[in-house]
């Protein structure tokens, strides 16, 4: 089992960045593929990138491609979203989840996770 604990969200101007991070506990992190959602408010939860055990392949949502960066330290068992750009349709609960399965370069269902993060907020004005 793992847990995990997201932070860094916030409040940023569209066009902005902000950079989440995400640290993990118990069994080995450098196991697990990561990945991040993101869940606005009346809607479903998205996926919006993943990262292999490695780090070395990544896959991320079609809205969010040449913007956000997913990265990994396995050293400090954390995992980043880097944010650039915002704009304010980004606004919404970003969650961070761990499976411990093999990495495919697709979009991932929710469902295919099963330990989450809290989550953070993350809004981004106009």
């Known amino acids: 089992q793992v847990q995990l604990v997201e932070s860094g969200g916030g409040l940023v101007q569209a066009g902005g960045s902000l950079r989440l991070s995400c640290t993990a506990s118990?069994?080995?992190?450098?196991?697990?593929?990561m990945g991040w959602f993101r869940q606005a408010p009346g809607k479903e939860r998205d996926f919006v990138a993943s990262?292999?055990?490695?780090?070395?392949?990544?896959a991320y949502a079609d809205s969010v491609k040449d913007r956000f960066t997913i990265s990994r330290d396995n050293a400090k068992n954390t995992v980043y979203l880097q944010m650039s750009s915002l704009k304010p349709e980004d606004t919404a609960v970003y969650s961070c989840?761990?499976?411990?399965?093999?990495?495919?370069?697709?979009?991932?269902?929710?469902?295919?996770?099963?330990?989450w993060g809290q989550g953070t907020q993350v809004t981004v004005s106009s």
């Open positions: 989840a761990a499976a411990y399965k093999v990495f495919h370069s697709g979009t991932y269902r929710p469902t295919e996770f099963p330990y």
């Open positions: 118990g069994r080995t992190f450098s196991g697990y593929v």
């Open positions: 990262i292999s055990q490695s780090g070395g392949s990544t």
